[in-house]
């Protein structure tokens, strides 16, 4: 398997799918978006600055409810119009984009989504069963993003840095459960515990991390955060 790489920090004058977009600053990233016919939705509290052209709409999500509990956003909110418009997250991190083709689909942990094109179809599954143990709570998100009509792109926020590698076929590898941002559907991930003892008697507690099974790609945070969750 290889070593996961650093992915680039910066972006400028990136076209694809319909917009340009930039993405500087190495501290706390900001992503630029230059808008045309292709609209953008995003979670609205990223939003940094617009030029006046740029009108702001509320985009429903099916299924919103369930997932007020948990900190995740009810609705997302799309732009109408050309011209140009800025996101950046509270927290030191890195901004990066994930050029799509129509029938890719990708999985993303939650609160890692920044925007994306409207191509992109967006739903979300809450996780049960042991791996609720991940973030503490009774479950967590995975939002799915899968591309439908045309070339689209998807803006993810990694805390700390961000790195991806390719698993092949049947490769694996143990991430702690706050560290993975995103990974392709063809890779599998399961949730694994391992008690650590000091003695015969003596318990230090247990270990937790999720396997991810090959192929496909899957990128780490180097700064996870884990966020609150329902309870």
């Known amino acids: 398997m290889p070593v996961p790489s650093l992915l680039p920090?910066?972006?400028?004058?990136?076209?694809?799918?319909?917009v340009t977009y930039h993405i500087e600053g190495e501290l706390v990233p900001v992503l630029h978006v230059e808008l045309g016919t292709v609209p953008v939705y995003f979670e609205h509290h990223i939003l940094l600055w617009k030029d006046p052209s740029v009108a702001i709409a509320i985009k429903p999500l099916r299924?919103?409810?369930?997932?007020?509990?948990s900190g995740m956003p009810v609705f997302v909110t799309q732009t109408q119009g050309a011209g140009r418009i800025a996101f950046s997250r509270?927290?030191?991190?890195?901004?990066?984009a994930l050029h799509?083709?129509?029938?890719?689909?990708?999985?993303?942990?939650?609160?890692?989504?920044?925007?994306?094109?409207?191509?992109?179809d967006y739903t979300f599954n809450r996780v049960k069963g042991v791996a609720n143990i991940l973030l503490g709570g009774t479950g967590?998100?995975?939002?799915?993003?899968?591309?439908?009509?045309?070339?689209?792109?998807?803006?993810?926020?990694?805390y700390g840095n961000v790195f991806t590698l390719t698993l092949g076929a049947r490769e694996q590898i143990d991430i702690e459960p706050g560290g993975w941002i995103y990974?392709?559907?063809t890779v599998q991930?399961?949730?694994?515990?391992?008690?650590?003892?000091?003695?015969?008697?003596?318990?230090?507690g247990s270990l937790c991390w999720n396997r991810f099974t090959g192929p496909g790609r899957i990128a780490l945070q180097s700064m996870y955060l884990h966020m609150p969750t329902e309870t």
């Open 90 to 96: 509270d927290g030191a991190g890195h901004v990066f």
């Open 183 to 185: 990974k392709d559907r």
């Open 9 to 18: 920090t910066q972006a400028r004058d990136e076209t694809y799918g319909g």
């Open 100 to 120: 799509m083709k129509p029938g890719e689909a990708v999985d993303v942990r939650e609160h890692q989504f920044l925007a994306a094109t409207d191509p992109l």
């Open 63 to 69: 299924g919103a409810v369930r997932r007020v509990l």
């Open 140 to 158: 967590f998100f995975i939002d799915t993003f899968t591309c439908t009509r045309s070339d689209g792109i998807l803006w993810l926020h990694g």
């Open 189 to 204: 991930m399961q949730t694994l515990f391992q008690k650590i003892s000091t003695g015969l008697f003596a318990s230090a």
